[in-house]
């Protein structure tokens, strides 16, 4: 499998060091793919991996990692060009920034359904959005897995990203169709606000239980 990550910073970086361990094949996308930062990104690797653009590393791979910053994720989606039939995963939450208050958009639509709008025909799986890039650097804890919650609107990519996050070592947990990314991105605003805000930091996450 080969891997494209769109926004190589935090969450691109980190997912794109952990897939590569475990296999894939990944092109960390820039817009200075000579920069040194995308040198020493790609140095780091443990696997197969190298720096491109945003249209190389989408035209190179059939899943998509899309972690950009949410003021630039239409941009980075028409530089990748024809996304028909790739599985993208939309990582990215509507923030307010610089104060992180809150999310500039919900309730009745969301980001994940914006990005499957801007990249029409791809797949869009709504994931890793809900914890910090600390705890996917390191998801293991001790009182058992920590939930990822994805969401979607075809189930055979769903299955392909549910890998993807059981191989990083979270807990994959299908929340439905696309339009759940209405409280997915809400529910990663409990998470930054915990860790960021109100004294939890970052090192936290959620388990999920069932009787
Ligand atoms: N930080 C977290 O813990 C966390 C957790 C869950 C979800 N998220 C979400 O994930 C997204 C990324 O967060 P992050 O913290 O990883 O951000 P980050 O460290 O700032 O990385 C974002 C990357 O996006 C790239 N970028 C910016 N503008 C671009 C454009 N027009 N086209 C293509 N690439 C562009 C930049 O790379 P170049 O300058 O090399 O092009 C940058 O490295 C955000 O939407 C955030 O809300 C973050």
């Known amino acids: 499998m080969k891997i494209g990550v769109l926004g190589s910073g935090h969450v691109g970086g980190t997912l794109g060091k952990r897939w590569a361990k475990s296999g894939p094949e990944i092109v960390f996308a820039s817009r ?3 920069s040194e930062q995308m040198k020493k990104l790609v140095d ?9 653009t945003v249209s190389e590393a989408a035209n190179a791979s059939d899943v998509l990692l899309l ?14 060009g024809d996304l028909s039939g790739k599985i993208l995963i939309d990582a990215v939450n509507p923030l307010i920034v610089p104060s992180l208050e809150g999310l500039s958009l919900g309730t009745t639509t969301s980001a994940g359904e914006m990005v499957a709008q801007w990249a029409s025909g791809a797949k869009v799986v709504k994931a890793f959005n809900t914890v910090g890039y600390y705890v996917m650097a390191k998801p293991e804890f001790e009182a058992g897995p920590v939930a990822m919650f994805y969401c979607g609107d075809d189930a055979e990519a769903k299955l392909v990203v549910k890998r993807l996050i059981e191989d990083v070592g979270f807990e994959g947990l299908d929340a439905g ?3 759940q990314a209405r409280v997915l991105e809400p529910f990663a605003m409990l998470w930054i606000s915990l860790a960021v805000k109100y004294g939890y930091g970052p090192g936290i996450a959620f388990h999920f239980m069932r009787r």
Do not use: K, N
């Not at 780091?44 to 491109?52: D, L, Q």
């Not at 972690?67 to 990748?80: G, H, L, M, Y």
């Open 67 to 80: 972690a950009t910053p949410w003021s630039a994720a239409e941009a980075a989606i028409r530089s990748a």
């Open 177 to 179: 169709p696309l339009t």
């Open 44 to 52: 780091g690797v443990e696997g197969t991996a190298r720096a491109g």
């Open 32 to 34: 200075d793919p000579q």
